[in-house]
């Protein structure tokens, strides 16, 4: 495996690091984040002792799959990407791991085989091209094409929230105040704007019922006239109420994301309104696509490495939307600055990316990184540097695996329902559709 440069890019250790972060009460469909959340720190080294890292989900299934995945990478080359699929095909998902199990408190749909494996699969592939670039002093951007645009802008991720997590559970203290009218989520896009710059805006609804959002939207709308901003109740509305939500709002939305569940019904809604309708639900896999895309039940499609199997995936994922017309945004579930890295470099290499990407990143107080990635005037600059240009802190490192060590299990899995329930012992997740 040793190419021009003289590197050796074989794979000699790789390393796995779970670890609970932070996360504020921030409020969805299924229930409220809980105050710790599992990911996955992956770190690839290779025979001339360059490290690559990757981050992916860190609840136990994938753990169970990256263990053994990680020991048959050794020996492997970094460069090659395509074998990260074939290797993956070869270890076994337990049975009980896919079987009327949901993904990511419950907001990716029913968990297969498939999706799990290309979770992790996304966390080792940027861990090699992070890896491969260093060993050829080219960024990650480089690898993939080459970057079409020297910034990648990010929409401020609005969320109803608590002031604090429950009372008697373990839990950090973060600076965002409670948020739960259109008052609060105002008051939280303009804290948005002060600390990032960020131009577009994002709600996630299906919290309140949609007259309530509806005027939170109102209140952004009155607040930051001329802003792109979208709201997304990940599924909770049946076809009827998703049409009169679109209905008062089609003036400043810049597109609605996932306002009821399945293709089905997607379209129904897609039929009846001009508004562009985007997913991360009813189109997270290749198989998805052609009847999908087919019944016009989707203008915009939420790529995300981790769903899609990486950095190359979610570029051919654009390059299929590109042929069918539909346009391209980015999806974001809880991570850390690696993940937001490797997001920054794959988008900056869409050509057809129109709109700005979402990010949970600054909903994290804590990283791993020895210097968190910044975000300034909503945008982040992508790194020319080697690799993915971020540099890992061990202690920082440590010190979030040794929090997940000391945890009793509780946190270990996202299970947003279970959150609700230490507030609100009643909490069962609402059936679809909700209103
Ligand atoms: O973190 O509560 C959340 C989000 O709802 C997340 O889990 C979703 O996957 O942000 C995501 C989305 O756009 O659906
Ligand atoms: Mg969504």
Aim: aromatic share 8%.
């Amino acid at each position: 495996t040793a190419p021009a440069t003289g590197a050796d890019l074989t794979i000699t250790d790789v390393r796995l690091t779970p670890i609970l972060v932070a996360d504020p009460p921030l409020l969805n469909a299924q229930g409220v984040h809980q105050p710790y959340t599992p990911r996955l720190i992956i770190e690839i080294t290779t025979t001339d002792g360059i490290t690559g890292l990757g981050e992916t989900y860190g609840d136990t299934k994938y753990l169970e799959l990256a263990r053994p995945y990680a020991q048959k990478l050794i020996g492997r080359s970094v460069a090659d990407l395509n074998g990260l699929f074939t290797v993956a095909d070869e270890v076994a998902v337990a049975k009980e791991r896919v079987d009327d199990q949901v993904d990511v408190g419950g907001l990716r749909g029913v968990q297969t085989a498939d999706k799990l494996r290309l979770s992790v699969v996304s966390g080792f592939e940027v861990a090699c091209l992070d890896a491969l670039g260093k060993a050829q002093g080219l960024p990650v951007h480089a690898l993939l094409g080459g970057k079409v645009r020297d910034t990648v802008e990010y929409s401020g991720y609005l969320f109803y929230k608590w002031g604090e997590h429950p009372k008697g559970i373990d839990s950090e203290q973060d600076d965002w105040g409670e948020a739960l009218d259109p008052s609060g989520i105002v008051e939280q896009a303009r804290t948005f704007r002060r600390r990032y710059g960020f131009r577009s805006f994002k709600l996630k609804g299906g919290v309140f019922e949609p007259g309530q959002e509806i005027a939170a939207i109102r209140a952004l709308a009155e607040a930051f006239p001329g802003s792109p901003l979208r709201l997304d109740p990940n599924g909770a509305w049946s076809v009827d109420t998703s049409l009169q939500v679109i209905e008062a709002l089609k003036d400043v939305l810049e597109y609605m994301e996932d306002p009821t569940l399945g293709t089905a019904a997607m379209a129904a809604v897609s039929a009846r309104t001009d508004t562009p309708l985007a997913t991360n639900m009813c189109v997270t896999t290749f198989d998805e696509i052609k009847e999908a895309f087919t019944r016009d039940a989707v203008q915009v499609v939420l790529s995300d490495h981790h769903y899609w199997g990486g950095l190359r995936n979610t570029r051919d994922l654009a390059a299929i939307c590109r042929a069918f017309g539909v346009g391209v945004s980015m999806h974001s579930n809880t991570h850390l600055g690696i993940s937001l890295a490797a997001m920054t470099h794959v988008a900056a290499t869409v050509p057809n990316l129109h709109h700005a990407c979402d990010s949970h990143y600054p909903w994290q107080s804590e990283d791993v990184l020895s210097e968190r990635v910044a975000f300034r005037d909503g945008a982040v600059t992508v790194s020319d540097a080697p690799g993915l240009g971020v540099t890992l802190d061990r202690d920082k490192l440590d010190a979030l695996h040794q929090r997940w060590l000391d945890d009793d299990g509780q946190m270990r899995e996202r299970d947003d329902a279970a959150a609700m329930r230490v507030a609100d012992p009643d909490w069962e997740t609402p059936a679809f559709p909700r209103w």
